[in-house]
């Protein structure tokens, strides 16, 4: 899990460490000194802790005149032992949210499990994203994690599956992946383009 590291080719276009209103502004790391673990497996020093023993995260992207934020995640979403999603509600989401973010991209391929417990932040999250005509899309989660997650009944929160499960984003410009993101959600919603 060390080698898996943040999406790094974006930072011309946004570093959540020099951004002012990232809640991991004026954070530095080491490229060379491995202190975090995941059940004791080392993950590479880019990510960033949400307060979660388990669920590590990165905003590759935020574009606040059009209220996006891009957060790859790596680990395991353990709700039912850990309570990552309070974490991730509290620690990050929160934050953004106060900054004018309503539309959330969640980038999952290095989550490797996931484990249910309970609705509420979940509700309370995408009221909140409701009421400004956001959203929240999951892109590239694993089949067994999606799974898990309609198991668990909170896949009606998301956005999730079809294309959102098979894209190639890291080639693309971030600008033109949250386009390309808003008009699939656009489409399945029903609604006119953005």
């Not at 023993?53 to 979403?77: C, P, Q």
């Not at 039912?80 to 309503?102: C, P, T, Y």
């Not at 994203?129 to 898990?148: C, K, M, P, T, W």
């Not at 009944?153 to 894209?167: A, H, K, T």
């Amino acid at each position: 899990m060390h080698q898996l590291e943040p999406h790094f080719n974006w930072t011309p276009f946004y570093d959540a460490n020099n951004d002012v209103r990232s809640p991991f502004y004026g954070r530095h790391y080491s490229e060379f000194e491995y202190s975090t673990e995941i059940y004791g497996y080392y993950i590479h020093p880019q990510w960033d802790s949400i307060g979660s023993s388990t669920l590590f995260v990165k905003i590759i992207y935020a574009d606040y005149d059009r209220e996006h934020a891009i957060i790859e995640m790596i680990g395991e979403w353990n709700d039912l032992l850990h309570n990552d999603i309070m974490f991730l509600k509290r620690e990050l989401i929160d934050v953004l949210l106060a900054q004018g973010v309503s539309k959330f991209i969640l980038i999952g391929e290095h989550v490797m499990n996931f484990h249910y417990a309970e609705e509420d932040y979940y509700e309370e999250w995408l009221d909140e994203v409701n009421e400004s005509d956001g959203y929240i899309a999951l892109l590239n989660f694993r089949e067994h994690v999606i799974q898990d997650m309609c198991d668990g009944n909170i896949d009606s929160y998301f956005l999730l599956g079809g294309r959102l499960n098979d894209m190639t984003w890291r080639v693309q410009r971030p600008d033109l992946l949250l386009q390309k993101i808003d008009d699939l959600v656009q489409r399945r919603l029903g609604a006119p383009s953005l």
